[in-house]
Structure formats: structure tokens, C-alpha cells
């Protein structure tokens, strides 16, 4: 039975104004926008598709951006499962603290220091990465991520402390080499 | 300042904290400026990471090919199993057609080896031919005194032929003369 029109203008709507930030979550928890930004605008696409076979029985009154981008999040996530298998191993070697005394972010926000962050995040293991943009991105609790990669809260705490490590570590030293 | 420190307050920007533990945390960071100063710098980090992430937004004209080729996509699949069903009925419809004239091929060839059969082996047995004012009326019988039973309740001329082995042999009489 095909879904009433309001449906589909709801679905079309949120499909329109969310589009670019779905795409963005895709790319940054992929971590891949050059090498394979198809990717990312194919998992988009087939989660998209998803969501309009069963339009008529969500609620589109709210802009559906929570709900699309928790769908995109989950297929980003198993399609690194399928491809890498279930390992969410952790790199095990950490950098020094975090420090106000060696604060990479007390420096002018250039074009270049986001390019290298970005490039930084994208280096990160993919759970860590995943971890990080649903939290800071997504603005996702503890438990909600944990739930969606499958693992414990304390785990997801830990990857997250390890990435922001691992990220301040790195624009260090890139702006010492510079 | 040490690890748990830092993890302590990344919980607090990440909004983890209870009640009871994010009251303790402000009130060290009041009494302790190394505290506060890690956790401006977390912020600054923070901040950065965000802003970084923002760079895997696709552009405007992207994000609206992206938007008109997935609804494409969804209408699309939307009627894929109506054009599914067009195609079974296409089959259903061919299929009646053959089956219809294999029959009428199967009944024709039936009824010519039948007739071709009895005309080389005809049916052993009596025919009675009655010639009457009204025509001529032919009745089979398996026996020749059934056949000539029968034939003597008419007033006219008679015949009674014996097919058997295809003999043809006829009696001639007249009426109750059997």
C-alpha cells in the first residue's frame, strides 16, 4: 500500500534539509572522503532508501535529522564490520596528557591546521574515529554509542580519551614541524 | 596533573557526569587553575575537532544532485514491484496463450487418430438402420438378437448389418420378419 503523500513530503523535506550533514557524518566516521567518497554517499543513499520503504510509520514532525542520522550511523558502522570483521581492537600506545601547557588548539584556527585534524581523525582507528564523531558530532551519550558499536560504556569512554590523546599528540607535532 | 583528570573532564563536556560529581569537578576548578586551564584547552580542542569535521560537508550543488538522485532512487524502487508484477502477468498471459493452443494442437490430432482408427477397425457389433418416412435413424447394438429385437418393433424395412471383424454383412427384411 503506498504511504500517503504528507509522508512523502515530510520524507522529501528532511531528505532535502539534512542531506549535506548525513553526508558529512558518512565521510567523517568512514574517514575516507578522498580515497572513497562514493562510499560514503552510497551508504547514505541505500540508508535513505530504507527509511522511505517504512516513511508512513515514523515522525517526520521533528526534521528527522536524529533518525537519519542515527540510520546512517548504523550503516556506517556495519559496513566497516562487514569489511574488516568485528575486531575493534585499540592502539594501545597513548601520548602524553592533555595539558593546557601543550594545547595544540591555542594556535589561529587556519584552513591548514583543519585539514591536518581532519586528516588526523581520519587516521584514527575506526572505532575510536566512530566513537568520537557520534559523540562530539552526534552529540550521543555514552550508552547510546555503546549500544550502536556493540560494546561497553567504560570501553567507549576509553576510546574516546584515546583519540582526543592520540589527536592532540599529532597536531603537536605538526606544528612543531612547521 | 593526571590521566583521570583528563578523562574527568571530558566526561564533564561530554555532559556524562552526575549531578554529584559535576558539583565536585566545579568546585575544584574554582580552587585549581592547572584544572581550569586543561579543561579551556579541552574546550579549544574540542572546538577544533568540530570544525575540522565540518570539512567533509559536501557543496550545495552536491548535496542537491545527491538529494534529487536518492528520491529518484526511492520512487523508483517504490514502483519497481508494480513493473515486477507487470512482467508475472506478461508471463501468466503468454503462458494461457501456449497452453491454449497446445490443447486445440492435442484435441485436433486426437479426434483425427480416432476417426482414422475407426475407420481402419470399426466397432464390432449389430447396426440397425431403420428407413422411415421421417429419414433414416442408425442404432448400434452388441448382439445380434438385441439388434434384431429391436428392429422387429418397426413396421418398415430393416436392416441389420454385422460389423464385426469389419465383415459388413447384411440381413434385409421387412417388418417382425427377424
Known sequence: ?178 | MIESDYMLIEEFLDGQLSKVQREALEQRLTQDAVLANALAAARRQRQLRQAAVELYRPTDIEASVLTRTTMERCYKDEFAPLAKLDRRYLVLRWTRRITAVAACLFLAAGSYWLGYNSQKNPVNGYQVIINTDAGQTVRQFSTLDEAKQYANTYQTTQMVTDQTNGDNQSQLSTAGEF
Not at chain 1, 535513505?48 to 521533528?62: A, C, G, I, P, V
Not at chain 1, 590523546?165 to 614541524?177: C, D, F, I, K
Request: hydrophobic share 45%.
Open chain 1, 1 to 178: 500500500m503506498a504511504a500517503p503523500p504528507t509522508a512523502n513530503k515530510a520524507f522529501e523535506a528532511a531528505v532535502n534539509a539534512n542531506m549535506s550533514r548525513l553526508i558529512a557524518l558518512a565521510r567523517s566516521m568512514l574517514g575516507a572522503p578522498m580515497r572513497d567518497a562514493k562510499q560514503a554517499e552510497d551508504i547514505v543513499q541505500d540508508t535513505l532508501l530504507k527509511l522511505f520503504r517504512h516513511r508512513d510509520t515514523y515522525d517526520w514532525s521533528n526534521g528527522g535529522w536524529s533518525l537519519m542520522a542515527k540510520a546512517v550511523a548504523r550503516s556506517v558502522i556495519s559496513c566497516r564490520r562487514r569489511k574488516v570483521g568485528a575486531s575493534l581492537e585499540a592502539d594501545p600506545v597513548l601520548s602524553d596528557g592533555l595539558g593546557a601547557e601543550n594545547d595544540p588548539a591555542a594556535v589561529p584556527i587556519t584552513a591548514e591546521t583543519m585539514q591536518t585534524v581532519r586528516r588526523h581523525i581520519e587516521a584514527l582507528p575506526p572505532a575510536w574515529r566512530e566513537a568520537l564523531i557520534l559523540r562530539e558530532q552526534q552529540e550521543m551519550g555514552y550508552r547510546e554509542i555503546a549500544e550502536m558499536l556493540d560494546v561497553t560504556e567504560s570501553q567507549v569512554k576509553t576510546w574516546l580519551h584515546r583519540a582526543r590523546v592520540r589527536l592532540a599528540g599529532s597536531l603537536r607535532e605538526h606544528l612543531r614541524e612547521r
